[in-house]
């Protein structure tokens, strides 16, 4: 069974800054493209960032220049580094795995910005 497992989340005043990580297993790592995805109440889920298997990286317009993707193969880890966080960022952050004919999805971390 794939499991992706999210962490970072929490409470962080406006203009702060996150990490969030998300482990993939190793079997579907090198071959699966990775995003993190977002939903916040009421709302649809929507992407925030993409890091396809050749190493390309495609931001939602709203957080161009605040987040970055990346991924660590030896830990096989994809990490999500947010700064400059708005209220508006405030949503449970979701880590996908897609690759021929299969998603996968973490089970999500909340991510809160308030003062």
């Known amino acids: 069974q794939v499991r992706l497992v999210e962490s970072g989340g929490g409470l962080v005043q406006p203009g702060r800054s996150l990490r969030l990580s998300c482990t993939v297993p190793?079997?579907?790592?090198?071959?699966?493209?990775k995003a993190w995805f977002r939903q916040a109440p009421g709302e649809p889920r929507e992407m925030v960032a993409v890091l396809t298997t050749r190493g390309t990286t495609n931001y939602a317009d709203f957080v161009k220049g605040r987040f970055t993707i990346s991924a660590d193969d030896a830990k096989n880890t994809v990490s999500l580094q947010m700064n400059m966080l708005k209220p508006e960022d405030t949503a449970v952050y979701y880590c996908?795995?897609?690759?021929?004919?299969?998603?996968?999805w973490g089970r999500g971390t909340q991510v809160t910005v308030t003062s």
């Open positions: 190793s079997s579907i790592f090198r071959s699966y493209e």
């Open positions: 996908k795995a897609a690759g021929t004919g299969y998603i996968y």
